[in-house]
């Protein structure tokens, strides 16, 4: 245990909120967004402004209390928390600037991709996140960031222009192509492994309307609906980003009564080309089948953001396996068809986000992001909201992904993966990961920045 003057000092040196154990805010604070993630901080920070954050990183690498890094919560390994440590909770650094002439904007670390694109959608302009709005710009953006618009504009990583990093001796140093190059590299992809980063600036594009939406299908038509979906996108323009799910129909609206709580496939398209030609570019994934239910139409890309983020409140369990795949074989069908159909409960699903289009012409060497010549990133995601549904929803993910791993490119999407050791990390890396030590050697050589899909200093 600190001695109460030691925490007197960090209470002088930031501005932000301090929550200790006892507090009345203690265990709101302590929660992460997977509600199977119980850990209990010894301090939680939330950090007003840079200086707060590197008091934070001084205090914890003075104290040696274990440190971790809170921006969306929602990795679903619970990095963001840390028993007997102290958080970095970056929630209320929400600050954005957007710059519309030179189409960037600048956002705090605690933006989530909701707040990015509240502030840039006015001026017709967004950077590629995710497909849910509550996900972390942070952490999702460090670990790659697939979405709807990564075969337009490529990953979220890929986007990014600059950052302002707290390194592991609380210094604050710029990462971009012309500064600190080794650290700018590392950042696109390779997480919160070597620093706090308090500010982002991406690269923006003109989006505004986009016709989008989810197109469903009986479980008769999964197999030639996989093999159509992989076909298709291996054709068509990269405006057009479909991903592929097995899932319970939600019992309520806006999905019609009959559909209730029926296990069906489908894709959730996202086309951001010219509107005069989106009928004519849906039209062979909407046409086929015919499907149970044609969700597409125009709508501004904000909505599309936002659609599902009903289905994924805070609190649910959630429990992951993730892989990476070059192709779609007919024997990885065949065992797609054995378990997508099985989904244990309503809000678990699965999900195959294609990787193609921008993201695959980058190098996989030019930044830390490597599995560039995959086609698409599984995840295999079981959601529930019951403990006593956690066996089988479990049991259900492990022999998913053991059915369909050996199809695999061999590694996996970093922010899809549970805490799963560090020759699946090494793995998720490949030929990146000698010069991630490096990287991680420079910046963080006592690796204080370790609650991440780890890269081990070897200094
Ligand atoms: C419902 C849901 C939907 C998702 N959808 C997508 C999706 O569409 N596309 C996609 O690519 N991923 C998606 N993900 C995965 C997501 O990318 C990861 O969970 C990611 O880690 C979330 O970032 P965060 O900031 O919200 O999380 P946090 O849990 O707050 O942070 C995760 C980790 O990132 C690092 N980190 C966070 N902030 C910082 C910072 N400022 N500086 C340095 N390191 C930091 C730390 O290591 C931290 O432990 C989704 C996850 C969930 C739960």
Redesign the pocket.
């Known amino acids: 245990m600190l001695e109460v003057k030691t925490f007197d000092e960090l209470t002088a040196s930031v501005r932000g909120e301090i929550i200790q154990p006892g507090d009345a805010a203690y265990d709101e604070a302590r929660k ?2 997977n509600a199977m993630i119980d850990k209990r901080p010894r301090v939680i920070v939330r950090c007003a402004d840079v200086a707060d954050v590197i008091a934070c990183v001084n205090f914890a690498r003075e104290s040696g209390l274990t440190l ?9 390994a619970g ?2 928390v840390c028993d007997d440590g102290l958080v970095i909770d ?1 929630s209320r650094m929400k600050g954005i600037r957007v710059d519309a002439e030179q189409r960037t904007v600048r956002a705090q ?1 605690g933006c989530t991709w909701g707040d990015l694109d509240h502030a840039t959608h006015p001026f017709g302009l967004h950077a590629p996140g ?3 709005s509550t ?2 710009i ?3 953006s ?6 709807h618009l990564t075969r337009k504009a490529g990953l979220s990583c890929d986007n990014l222009l600059a950052a302002d990093v707290v390194t592991t001796n609380g210094e604050l140093v710029k990462a971009s192509a012309k500064e600190n190059a080794d650290l700018f590299w590392a950042l696109r992809g390779g ?2 492994n070597f ?4 500010s982002f600036e991406f690269k923006l594009h003109p989006v505004s309307t986009v016709f989008a939406g989810p197109v469903l299908w009986g479980l008769d038509k999964a197999r030639d609906a996989m093999r159509f979906w992989f076909q298709y996108m291996a054709k068509a323009p990269d405006d057009m980003n479909a991903f592929f799910a097995f899932l319970i129909v939600p019992p309520g609206p806006p999905f019609p009564e009959e559909l209730h709580n029926k296990t069906v496939c489908a894709v959730v398209c996202c086309y951001t080309g010219p509107m005069e030609k989106a009928e004519e570019v849906t039209r062979p994934l909407r046409e086929f089948g015919p499907p149970l239910l044609d969700g597409v139409g125009a709508m501004p890309f904000p909505a599309i953001q936002t659609a599902f983020d009903p289905l ?1 409140p805070p609190g649910l369990l ?1 429990y992951w396996k993730a892989d990476f795949f070059k192709d779609l074989t007919d024997e990885a069908i065949e065992a797609h068809l054995k378990f997508g159909p099985a989904i244990p409960t309503v809000n678990s699903a699965v999900h195959l986000y294609p990787v193609s289009g921008a993201a695959s012409r980058v190098g996989k060497n030019d930044t830390a992001w490597s599995y560039r010549e995959a086609q698409f990133a599984l995840v295999i995601a079981a959601v529930y909201q019951d403990a006593v549904d956690g066996p089988a929803n479990i049991k259900w993910v492990r022999d998913y992904w053991e059915a369909v791993h050996p199809y695999s490119a061999g590694g996996a999407y970093v ?2 993966m549970m805490e799963e050791g560090e020759d699946r990390v090494r793995a998720s890396y490949r030929d990146n990961y000698d010069r991630l030590v490096k990287v991680k050697n420079k910046y963080d050589p006592g690796n204080l920045f370790h ?2 899909q780890n890269i081990k200093p070897t200094m």
């Open positions: 992460a967004y971790s890094i809170k921006g969306g919560s929602h990795n679903v990095f963001s970056l670390g995710g497909v849910i996900t972390g942070a952490g999702l460090l670990g790659g960031g697939v979405g997480g919160g620093g706090v980063v308090t994924l959630h922010n899809f609650l991440n």
